[in-house]
């Protein structure tokens, strides 16, 4: 079991940017596909961005795509969120999550299919 912890959300206003993280502990994720995800209230869940165990592939939502960008730092076991030209209707609480197998790739993780660890969040509150 891995333990996943998203940190760097706060408010800001439109058009600013935010950098989130996920830090993980009990697992080293240099194998694994990550993902982020976001809740906003009264919504489902939805996936937003994934990577590749080795970075090399990503999938966004089409709602971010070209704004925001997902990247790792293996050596800190780490994941990123680069949140860019931020609009209102990115508000939500942000999660990070881990596949159950290494097989899972980030097309797999956008579908919700092998996600088995998640962070317990962090909110972005963006203001108009």
């Known amino acids: 079991q891995v333990q996943l912890v998203e940190s760097g959300g706060g408010l800001t206003q439109a058009g600013g940017s935010l950098r989130l993280s996920c830090a993980a502990y009990g697992r080293t994720l240099s194998n694994y596909a990550m993902g982020w995800f976001r809740q906003a209230p009264g919504k489902e869940r939805e996936s937003v961005a994934a990577?590749?165990?080795?970075?090399?592939?990503?999938y966004y939502a089409d709602s971010v795509k070209g704004r925001f960008t997902i990247s790792r730092d293996d050596a800190k076991n780490t994941v990123y969120l680069q949140m860019n030209s931020l609009k209102p209707e990115d508000t939500a609480v942000y999660y990070c999550a881990a596949p159950s197998t290494v097989v899972a790739g980030p097309e797999d993780l956008m579908r919700n299919r092998y996600l088995e660890d998640w962070g317990q969040g962090t909110l972005v509150t963006v203001s108009s």
């Open positions: 990577i590749s165990w080795n970075g090399g592939s990503a």
